[in-house]
């Protein structure tokens, strides 16, 4: 029917129950299905390779991104780890970003080093290392944009357009923004991944991933794949990321909006050195974000003027903003990425990416804004005067 996002997401799957009437599709556990006779299975036979529960949430995934297929699966890094697996072959190359999450630049970099395929890491935003780095012949190009934990944007149209040329597959890293956001299919990507871990889900409470392909030949390979694999998401997973994305669009929307006034307040703050936000108009991707987004989110981050002491000051004294990784829940975090999500790389490549030992990364989420700022207020009174 071409229904709205918001409508796909509450309606896709309700009312499929024959049995009783259920509005809301119920949880498949069973890890098995009965054969109707001698070589006679049904739509399923065992749940790593099918399950109800499952494909109700990988037809909205799909239906969301606007794409032909999707995978859900165990995690973000398991949904990573299969496009590598099915993409990517001893001596072939994959281009990904420089300051891509940094548990994906973990997965690179040590698998590359065992020989599973090779890997550039590239400023993406570096027209001449871009081209440099594509001149190469990748297999397949990472794009995640906008950037975590710096919001750095790129053009998804652009880099797509370039990977193509080349004969590379291109997928972005939706995570940040979800498809209320920012639909990179529409923009020329080929796949889209996610860690559904955040805003598809929401409530921080599963770990998921999914990947969405336009082409359905290579979404079948994918489902291939994940069953080969085994990294298909569970039952009960699928049943919470599908109750988890019947709100997404309404959830996107607040937490941006709550975004947008902290971000307004923490321009005004003096402790606040850098401020990394992609609706500032001083921020470096801001018009490609006005041209490629329908929001510009509700993750931010900036560098707090002062030594280590002011920072654990400043952090202890947040009594709303829960010091956690992971991002996208309802619920407002703050993480300190040297030490947290990016502890995983090695110092010099997180100086070269511009991640500092003072960046604080914020997920906002969806309480009030007064609060959350009043919050904020405190802690920088109780870093200024400690
Ligand atoms: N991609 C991005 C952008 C992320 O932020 C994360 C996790 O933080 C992942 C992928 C990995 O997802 P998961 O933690 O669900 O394995």
Known sequence: MGCKQATVAVQSGSNIDEQYGCVVPPIYLSSTYNFT????????????????????????????????????????????????????????????????????????????????????FVDQS?????????????????????????LRIVDIQYICGLAHEVGALAVV??????????????????????????????????????????????????????NNIGVTGAAFDSYLLLRGIRTL?????????????IAEYLQQQPQVKKLYYPALKNHPGHEIALKQQTGFGAMLSFELDG?????????????????????GGVESLISHTATMTH??????ARA??????????VSVGIEDSQDLIADL??????????
């Open 173 to 226: 890293d939706n995570t940040f923004l979800s498809p209320v956001l920012q639909k990179p299919l529409d923009l020329g990507a080929d796949l889209v991944v996610h860690s559904c871990t955040k805003y598809l889900n929401g409530h921080s409470d599963l770990i998921a991933g999914a990947i969405i392909a336009k082409d359905p030949v290579i979404a079948e390979n994918l489902a291939w794949w994940a």
């Open 249 to 261: 669009s309404a959830r996107v929307m607040l937490q941006q909006n709550n975004a947008a006034a």
């Open 343 to 348: 502890a995983g790389m090695a110092a010099e």
């Open 352 to 361: 070269q990416a511009g991640i500092t030992d003072s960046l604080l990364r």
């Open 37 to 120: 006779g001698f070589n006679e299975p049904r739509a399923h036979d065992y749940s790593r390779r099918g399950n109800p529960s499952r494909d109700v949430v990988q037809q909205v995934l799909a239906e969301l991104e606007g794409g032909a297929g999707a995978v859900m699966t165990s995690s973000g890094m398991s949904a990573i780890h299969l496009l590598c697996t099915v993409f990517l072959q001893p001596g072939d190359l994959l281009v990904a970003p420089h300051d891509c999450y940094g548990g994906s630049y973990r997965l690179f970099d040590s698998l590359s080093k065992r020989g599973a395929y090779n890997v550039i």
């Open 377 to 386: 207020d405190k802690a920088f009174q109780a870093a200024a005067t400690r």
């Open 126 to 150: 570096d027209n001449q290392a871009l081209k440099q780095a594509l001149a190469q012949k990748p297999k397949l190009v990472l794009i995640e944009t906008p950037s975590n934990p710096l």
């Open 307 to 327: 030594d280590e002491q002011t920072l654990r000051h400043f952090l202890s004294a947040l009594k709303l903003f829960t010091l956690a990784e992971s991002l």
